[in-house]
């Protein structure tokens, strides 16, 4: 009898288990679903502002998404003879962040347009892949508004950004495109982080490279780092492997996610896609 009621009570503590068990995934997999985008999007206000920056020839801009979102946006032209860029940049901060990389793309004589997504910096709304195409877009749109053919602006997508560059580059035809630290997908990412949650049925915002870049004939160049833990650098292979020529992919021994040296990073821009070679000393490798 006592050997019974010890099953009993033990197949119910099992049942009970199996239950919270099941509940404890559940809701992790809802709370994943629900607040995705709260773990994606990192945007803040800004913190400085252009003026605290020294960033020759450069002005701060209102673009207007598709849907009439107001983008804060820097805008530079290029010096004589220099070329045009776009920069789309990565899932957290503001304009301010991206002030030191502006700085080398300047000194180097090159414009740049680069606006902050929505929800982030000083513009409205709240970040969404679809929005943020939107973004990108009218980035563009606004570099050939002030008379910068697409054919001769190379786009430049760092870490989210690349993403992001990657499916401008399906929809325009670039001098070159330039993703800094990129990833196959968003999701294949989540998977890597949270292999026993179902992230490629989940992830709302993809933005997926892996599956664009084959179909992508511009000139791809990528840079990447061993060291980054944010996005392996596996990722930069898998992508390079996948694409067509001229590509190529730097990889930086020892070098994480952001503390690459970006002057180097830049020249090897300059050099791979041809661009002007104004105000630049070469880097010791």
């Not at 026993?196 to 990528?222: E, F, M, R």
Request: one cysteine or more; aromatic letters at 10%; proline letters at 4%.
């Amino acid at each position: 009898m006592f050997k019974s009621l010890n099953k009993c009570f033990a197949s119910k503590a099992l049942r009970a288990l199996i239950i919270a068990v099941v509940a404890i995934y559940a809701a992790a997999v809802v709370y994943m679903y629900v607040f995705q985008r709260g773990l994606m999007y990192h945007p803040e206000r800004e913190k400085y502002g252009l003026a605290h920056y020294n960033l020759s020839n450069t002005e701060e801009v209102t673009i207007t998404s598709a849907d009439g979102t107001k983008l804060q946006a820097w805008f530079r032209k290029p010096d004589n003879g220099c070329d045009m860029t776009v920069f789309l940049h990565g899932n957290a901060g503001s304009l301010d962040d991206r002030a030191d990389k502006l700085k080398e793309l300047a000194e180097m004589g090159y414009g740049f347009v680069i606006a902050s997504w929505r929800g982030f910096g000083e513009s409205e709304g709240s970040p969404t892949m679809e929005g943020i195409y939107n973004d990108a877009r009218a980035a563009i749109e606004f570099a050939v508004s002030k008379g910068y053919a697409v054919d001769d602006i190379v786009l430049i997508g760092e870490s989210l950004g690349s993403g992001v560059a990657t499916q401008m580059a399906t929809e325009y035809k670039f001098k070159g495109l330039f993703l800094i630290t990129p990833y196959t997908s968003i999701a294949d990412r989540g998977a890597e982080i949270y292999p026993l949650l179902p992230v490629h049925i989940l992830t709302k915002d993809n933005y997926s490279v892996l599956d664009k870049i084959a179909g992508i004939k511009q000139p791809l160049l990528i840079i990447h780092g061993t060291k980054d833990t944010i996005i392996p650098h596996s990722h930069s292979e898998k992508i390079i492997a996948a694409a067509m020529e001229p590509k190529k992919l730097v990889i930086y021994p020892d070098i994480g996610h952001i503390n690459y040296d970006k002057k180097d990073v830049f020249i090897q821009m300059r050099d791979f896609f041809g661009m002007c070679s104004k105000k630049v000393e070469a880097v010791a490798n």
